[in-house]
Structure formats: C-alpha cells, structure tokens
C-alpha cells in the first residue's frame, strides 16, 4: 500500500524524515510517495537527503507539478502522513489552498478523506496567531488526526496512529 509523506519546511526536517518516518513506513511495507514543498526539497537537497529518500521508493519523490500532458505519476496513496507541518502550511491545508504539489496532494487526500495524521510544527508566535486554533479546529473536524505534539516527541507512533490498533 502506498502512504503519502509529506513534509514542509520546519525546522529539524532534513535531519527527521528519513530515520523517524520514512525508514520506519518501508521497514513496515509501506511504499513511500514523498512529497516535498518547495523549501523543504531546497533544504532537503542541500544536505543529501533528498537522494537518500528518494532511494527508499520507486515512486518519485516530488515537490513540482506534473505538466497537464504527463500522467499522474502513482495512484491516491491508502493514507498520509504530514510531518512537520509548518504554521503555514497547516493554514494551507485547513483553508484549501493547493498552491505547491505538496499541499494539492494533501488537499485532495482531505477533500477524499483519505486517513491522514498531521504533526503541526509551530512555535509559540505562530500558535499565537489568532487563525492558528481554527486552522487546527478546522482540520480536526474533517476527519484529519491531528497529533500536536511537542517536537520532541517521536514521529515514528504516528504511522501507529494511521494503521491503527
Ligand atoms: C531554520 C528554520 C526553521 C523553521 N522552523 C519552522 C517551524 O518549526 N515551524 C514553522 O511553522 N515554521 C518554521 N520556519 C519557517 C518556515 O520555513 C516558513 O514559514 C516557510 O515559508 C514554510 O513554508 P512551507 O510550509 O511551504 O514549507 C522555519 C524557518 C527556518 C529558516
């Protein structure tokens, strides 16, 4: 089964996804769709990672755009998993905005309510934004897990989260 991973430019993220969600999901039989936004593929590129990830999955890792004539490279994934997910992009996801690849999958996998857990990554300015609580409110009440965590805590227990008991 294919899970969608995708990931935004927090902080910690070129150093996390690999060993903490994307080693994790193939050691447990997933295959990984990797969908990057646009900053967190510079940052992911610059330090090699990129490379390692995408030699974990036969399905490209993305972060552009098909053009109109290309197909769509794989399937809706069986379910998602967004890590970090920046102040921004929560915003994006809970208002619909699908302004990268990376939120346009995401959107569509909320809008099809696909099984998704998001782990918000936003320090306390961000939080104090006042649209941030609807935001997570918002994504709450569409079905999406949202596992609002402090950034110690481990990504690894939300695939638990997502393949459940
Ligand atoms: C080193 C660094 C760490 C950052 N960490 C976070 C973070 O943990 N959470 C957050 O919301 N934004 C963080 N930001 C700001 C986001 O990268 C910025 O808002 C960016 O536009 C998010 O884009 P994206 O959601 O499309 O990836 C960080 C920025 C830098 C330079």
């Not at 993305?62 to 069986?78: A, F, I, L, T, W």
């Not at 994006?92 to 939120?103: E, N, P, T, V, Y």
């Not at 935001?135 to 949202?146: F, I, N, P, T």
Request: with cysteine; net charge neutral; glycine share 10%.
């Amino acid at each position: 089964m294919i899970l969608g991973l995708i990931a935004s430019a927090g902080g910690g993220v070129e150093r996390r996804l690999r060993p903490e969600l994307a080693e994790p999901a193939v050691a447990r039989g997933w295959t990984l769709a990797v969908t990057l936004t646009p900053t967190a593929a510079r940052w992911l590129a610059a330090t090699g990672e990129l490379a390692k990830l995408q030699s974990l999955t036969d399905l490209p890792v993305r972060s552009e755009p098909r053009m109109p004539g290309q197909p769509k490279p794989y399937p809706m994934p069986s379910a998602f998993v967004f890590a970090p997910a920046t102040a921004n992009s929560v915003a994006k996801l809970a208002l619909g905005i699908a302004d990268s690849q990376a939120l346009t999958a995401a959107c569509e996998a909320v809008g099809a309510r696909v099984p998704m857990v998001v782990r918000p990554q936003a320090g306390d300015a961000q939080r104090g934004h006042p649209a941030f609580a609807g935001h997570v409110k918002a994504l709450r009440e569409a079905g999406v897990l949202v596992s609002d965590e402090p950034p110690e805590v481990g990504w690894e227990p939300m695939l638990d989260l997502l393949e459940g008991p």
